[in-house]
């Protein structure tokens, strides 16, 4: 399995950006999730979103801006991000594993990861 991510790019500080993350296929994981990476720091979570269900959870430096969704039909995990800040910009990577709860935050719940996608917020 593959995972697409795309959306990022350039925004002003208080605009929005859509991300997407396809799969190629069908997957078994449990979880999908968003993480981000700024230079010089560790990967971080960003949220997540069990794939039945739909149950999500989000870092608390994004809740109440961001929303993960998903459409199982298409195999697809978006990140609508409003309200964004100068402090979000990193990479964001998408990822998809068999994650349980206590781990679905950590990268390391999850096995396969997309090819990141810029964002970039200007103050």
């Known amino acids: 399995v593959q995972l697409q991510a795309s959306g990022g790019g350039l925004v002003q500080a208080g605009g929005s950006l859509r991300l997407s993350c396809a799969a190629s296929e069908r997957t078994d994981s449990t979880y999908r999730a968003w993480f981000r990476q700024a230079p010089g720091k560790e990967r971080e979570f960003v949220a997540t979103i069990r794939w039945n269900g739909g149950h999500t959870y989000y870092a608390d430096s994004v809740k109440g801006r961001f929303t993960i969704s998903k459409d199982n039909a298409k195999n697809s995990v978006f990140l609508q991000m409003n309200s964004l800040k100068p402090e979000d910009t990193a990479v964001y990577y998408c990822?998809?594993?068999?994650?349980?709860?206590?781990?679905?935050?950590?990268?390391?719940?999850?096995?396969?990861w997309g090819q990141g996608t810029q964002v970039t917020v200007s103050s």
């Open positions: 990822a998809a594993g068999r994650a349980i709860m206590s781990t679905s935050t950590s990268p390391g719940g999850y096995g396969t």
